[in-house]
T-cell receptor, first 113, second 115 residues
Framework: GQQLNQSPQSMFIQEGEDVSMNCTSS?????WLWYKQDPGEGPVLLIALYKAGELTSNGRLTAQFGITRKDSFLNISASIPSDVGIYFCAGLKVGGSQGNLIFGKGTKLSVKP | DTGVSQDPRHKITKRGQNVTFRCDPI?????LYWYRQTLGQGPEFLTYFQNEAQLEKSRLLSDRFSAERPKGSFSTLEIQRTEQGDSAMYLC?????????????FGSGTRLTVV
């Protein structure tokens, strides 16, 4: 099935560093979502974006809906050990199904204390 | 609000057996979704319901798979004649149709292993 292009695949950072990851597509999206998944659990919603150019924060997390509507990024500032996990971008494609949330392959984040 | 509940959490079955998973969505949510996730991949859409109506099925949902939501509340996903390729995490999610925060709430998933 179709998936979004998410990068990087993995990151190894020191506690306190900032993190940036992004998601791109050749298609236009009208909703971008960012999820975090811990091992053996379902994804948990972090941030939802609904308008091109929208910049939204949730604590140390900031995400933006790209102007072209084909990309989104997520920044995490001052990382802490509990930020470890897999981060997924997901989106609803314009003209696509309302139920078919398309996911990226994930960015695996490791944080060294 | 107890979140989305899935049962069982883990299932090991022999190839060729039938399995059924259950999902209880957040009570006021009228949409329910099933996704499948294999190792190293993001979740992939299988099907979704609005109330009791199944509105869409993915091509991933072969004729061995069937999903129901008989009263518009809980849902079941059945896999008949399981194959090793069916081994995956099966995730259920729910949402409101017109929620300002449109993000889906996922359950913890059912991990299926076919041996």
């Amino acid at each position: 099935g179709q998936q979004l292009n998410q990068s990087p695949q993995s990151m190894f950072i020191q506690e306190g560093e900032d993190v940036s990851m992004n998601c791109t597509s050749s298609s236009i999206f009208n909703t971008w979502l960012w999820y975090k998944q811990d091992p053996g659990e379902g994804p948990v919603l972090l941030i939802a974006l609904y308008k091109a150019g929208e910049l939204t924060s949730n604590g140390r997390l900031t995400a933006q809906f790209g102007i072209t509507r084909k990309d989104s990024f997520l920044n995490i500032s001052a990382s802490i050990p509990s930020d470890v996990g897999i981060y997924f971008c997901a989106g609803l494609k314009v003209g696509g199904s309302q139920g078919n949330l398309i996911f990226g392959k994930g960015t695996k984040l490791s944080v060294k204390p | 609000d107890t979140g989305v509940s899935q049962d069982p959490r883990h299932k090991i079955t022999k190839r060729g057996q039938n399995v059924t998973f259950r999902c209880d969505p957040i009570s006021e949510h009228n949409r329910l979704y099933w996704y499948r996730q294999t190792l190293g991949q993001g979740p992939e859409f299988l099907t979704y319901f609005q109330n009791e109506a199944q509105l869409e099925k993915s091509r991933l949902l072969s004729d061995r798979f069937s999903a129901e939501r008989p009263k518009g509340s809980f849902s079941t996903l059945e896999i008949q004649r399981t194959e090793q390729g069916d081994s995956a995490m099966y995730l259920c999610a729910s949402s409101l149709i017109l929620a300002p925060n449109y993000g889906y709430t996922f359950g913890s998933g059912t991990r299926l292993t076919v041996v």
